[in-house]
């Protein structure tokens, strides 16, 4: 696992982070936006005003930070929510799942850097493996129904015990 895992690659995204999420008005975004309506900037996929987004009064876009789901997503679908509009739904859900797996990825990596007992080392590892798939649409339902991003949180603030303070 490289930094390179979860680097954003918006060239090989469509646009998800634009859409899946709502937005308020207020100090971090300029207008308020609906979940799964496209934000007002965006043009097919390309932010029209990127390169001004704090001037614009978007400091939560500038804040966001995909950890490479976006482009994760868009090559398990092969196509974009904008030539296809029916997976508008499906993808915005996989974005958050897999959103929240490369999240529980690097806490996970982080947790390599702790002197853990033998079992719990391979405890980890074998999150990780399970992370680290080839994830297809049904299987990212699958981890979103299992409670498998529970699981691992509550693993990983169980790890507390065995830090010294």
């Not at 929510?81 to 859900?93: F, I, S």
């Not at 079992?119 to 699958?142: F, G, I, N, V, Y």
Request: proline fraction near 3%; hydrophobic fraction near 45%; charged fraction near 25%.
């Amino acid at each position: 696992m490289s930094s390179d895992d979860f680097a954003p690659d918006c060239t090989n995204c469509a646009a998800l982070c634009c859409i899946a999420f709502a937005f308020d008005k207020g100090e971090y975004f300029a207008h308020d936006k609906d979940a799964g309506e496209g934000c007002k900037h965006l043009d097919q996929h390309r932010c029209t005003i990127h390169a001004d987004l704090a001037a614009r009064g978007y400091a939560g876009c500038i804040a966001y930070d995909c950890l490479g789901a976006g482009q994760r997503v868009t090559a398990i679908f092969g196509q974009s929510w904008r030539d296809v509009p029916k997976l508008t739904g499906p993808m915005m859900h996989a974005f958050r799942i897999m959103r929240d797996i490369q999240d529980l990825r690097q806490l996970l990596g982080a947790a390599r850097a702790l002197p853990l007992p033998a079992d719990k080392a391979a405890e980890r590892d074998a999150w990780l493996a399970a992370l680290e798939s080839q994830w297809t649409r049904d299987s990212l339902d699958r981890f979103d129904a299992n409670g498998t991003a529970a699981a691992i949180r509550v693993w990983l603030r169980g790890l507390a015990c065995l830090l010294t303070r």
